[in-house]
């Protein structure tokens, strides 16, 4: 139970996300730029990070795991404000959205990271594009990242650093773009051989001394261009030496010689087609804008932003539905009509006690709309053949709120209403809103035609209320009685079929999944299938006993006082059971 009970709170919190929300997360996500220190001296993953992580920038290679995304997102920039060298990577300053989309689980956002340089006091901008998705914890599962214009800006870059630079080694500087270059790779050699001088030691020892370190990196490997942060040259291994300090075992072979399995060789069309990500980053709709904003200030501009974003789920309860409220009043209104109509037809009912003047309205009424829901159910019946289109997922939704509402409905007009009945209604309002949220979540489309088999339960139960509602007008006797054993009989076929061919379908199309949403559905079918069955085939034996008990008695004339029934007809007490 306490299991269940976590599952559905898991249910619960996951329809939370509202593209809001995700906005929070993707802007955690950038905040690790400009706190990358706090982050990867904790020695831990970062938060924003799911475990199993995968990332990709195409200006280096995929990453796999939190672990290794936080060393290369945020580990690249630590410890760079503490270094009085000029450094080829600036710290991240600052970001800001430029541009963002958002359909969750999917951000799709183009950002301007500026990167401080604090030898030369200069900020560059850098324009970062990025694809992500989330996952239910709101942490990121994957991302796609691509430096925008990044050859370019570091082209623009170099002879604002080559001056510094020149001074700091000691060499002349002629202001050429070959001297540039020339003068960012002695720069990087000279960092990257000092860094495998401190850290790569012992066991972990790559070269054999910094002079042997500088020669191979000066005459073995070209120094590369921007793009190529993940292939066999030493740009690919300048980028790993800030991380090197945090797992030297692991990172030391990254600047070898070798290149560890990092800066390595590539394919252009391997890069290229390989996809690396369990699932797709593919956003359906677009996201929201945000109109007529002029003349307030930042903050209510970014709340209406998370207004308009807000999208609708099942759970949502700051939403106003009104096709639901509309149909409510359509209840009210056909249910005040009948009330209205009866007592002109019929001098029997001017006769029957309050409480079983409701009643009969209520075979009306039910006996009218589960029609409408049963014809509803037949224009989108392709579901069951897997025909899933907008349209007919939409029919079984409508289906749903038709039944949904109707049942309370008449929870609230009815007097009184006995255990079995009180508990089918319960009992299929359940199984309706846990269709629906489930479906929400899971995604599953043989979901939608679980959901449209189960409704079958509710919307094939006209005959008895036709027979029930012969049966307190006085009809004669012998109609009452072949209509209440049809309905009985037809009840139960009808009951039992559904439900035998539900199961069925849940074991051929749903079993297979095991995701704690999945596991709440299959034991609430069980749980809920049992309790639907024992009200359904109680109420089915209820009906055949009124119909079998005409036989032996005189029809039961209703008083003014509610419940009394004369000792003749004893099973009509069943009615309300009798009625699911």
């Known amino acids: 139970m306490s299991r269940l009970l976590a599952t559905l709170t898991f249910l619960t919190c996951a329809l939370a996300h509202q593209p809001s929300a995700y906005l929070d997360a993707f802007q955690g996500f950038l905040d690790g730029f400009i706190n990358s220190d706090d982050i990867v001296i904790s020695g831990s993953s970062s938060p924003a990070l799911a ?41 991240p300053s600052g970001v800001s959205i430029q541009s963002l989309a958002i359909e969750g689980p999917i951000v799709s956002a183009s950002v301007i990271l500026t990167a401080y340089y604090k030898t030369i006091d200069y900020t560059l ?21 691509s430096l925008r214009r990044f050859p370019w800006a570091f082209e623009f870059l170099l002879p604002k650093l080559a001056p510094t630079i020149a001074e700091e080694l000691g060499v002349s500087y002629n202001g050429t773009n070959a001297d540039n270059k020339t003068l960012a790779a002695q720069r990087a050699i000279v960092d990257i051989c000092n860094t495998a001088m401190e850290y790569c030691t012992g066991d972990n020892q790559i070269y054999d001394s910094n002079e042997s370190c500088q020669q191979f990196l000066a005459n073995e490997v070209p120094f590369g261009e921007a793009w190529q942060g993940g292939q066999n040259t030493t740009m690919c291994r300048y980028i790993h030496k800030n991380i090197v300090r945090f797992r030297p075992e692991v990172r ?8 560890g399995d990092v800066c390595i060789p590539r394919s252009y069309e391997n890069v290229t087609e390989d996809f690396p990500f369990a699932s797709t ?25 998370k207004f308009n974003m807000q999208q609708i789920y099942p759970t949502t309860v700051a939403f106003y539905s009104i096709p639901t409220i509309l149909y409510f009043l359509l209840l009210y209104v056909c249910a005040k009509g009948v009330e209205m109509v009866l007592p002109r037809l019929y001098t029997s009912y001017r006769g029957l006690s309050f409480e079983n003047k409701r009643n009969t309205v209520t075979y009306v009424m039910n ?43 008449e929870l609230t007009y009815r007097p009184s209403m006995r255990w079995p009945l009180l508990i089918h209604h319960l009992c299929t309002l359940f199984a309706i809103i846990f269709v629906q949220v489930v479906l929400q979540i899971t995604e599953h489309p043989p979901l939608a035609t679980a959901g449209y088999i189960w409704l079958f339960q509710a919307t094939t139960e006209q005959p008895i209320f036709v027979g029930l509602f012969l049966y307190r007008l006085q009809y004669p006797k012998l109609l009452v009685k072949s209509t209440l054993q049809f309905a009985a009989v037809q009840s139960f076929l009808c009951k ?29 079918l069980v749980l809920i299938c049992a309790l639907l069955m024992s ?16 036989d032996r008695s005189s029809r039961v004339r209703d008083t003014e006082k509610p419940h009394s029934e004369t000792s003749s007809a004893t099973a009509v007490s069943t009615r309300d059971s009798a009625s699911s």
């Open 281 to 305: 980053l593919v956003a359906p709709n677009a996201s929201f804008t945000v109109d007529n904003t002029k003349g307030l200030s930042e903050n209510a501009v970014t709340e209406l932003m």
């Open 125 to 145: 901008p850098l324009q970062t594009d990025i694809w992500m998705r989330f996952d239910d914890a709101l942490k990121v599962k994957s991302y796609d990242m």
């Open 367 to 409: 006996a009218f709309w589960t029609s409408v829901a049963l014809i509803t159910q037949g224009v989108g019946g392709s579901v069951t053949s897997q025909n899933y289109t907008v349209f007919n997922v939409s029919l079984v939704r409508v289906v749903g709120n038709l039944i949904s509402g109707l049942y309370i409905f």
């Open 496 to 524: 039992i079929g559904f439900a035998v061919y539900l199961v069925v379908w849940w074991g051929l199309k749903l079993a297979k999944f095991h995701t704690p949403s999945d596991i709440a559905l299959s034991v609430m």
């Open 252 to 259: 030391c072979p990254h600047i070898s010689p070798s290149g």
């Open 51 to 91: 475990d199993d992580c995968v990332g990709r920038v195409d200006a280096m290679t995929t990453f796999q795991g939190s672990l290794l995304n936080t060393e290369y997102l945020y580990g690249v920039f630590s410890n760079i404000p503490s270094l009085n060298t000029t450094q080829l990577i600036g710290v």
């Open 535 to 550: 009200t359904q085939v109680y109420g089915s034996y209820a009906v055949w006993s009124i119909a079998r008990n005409m």
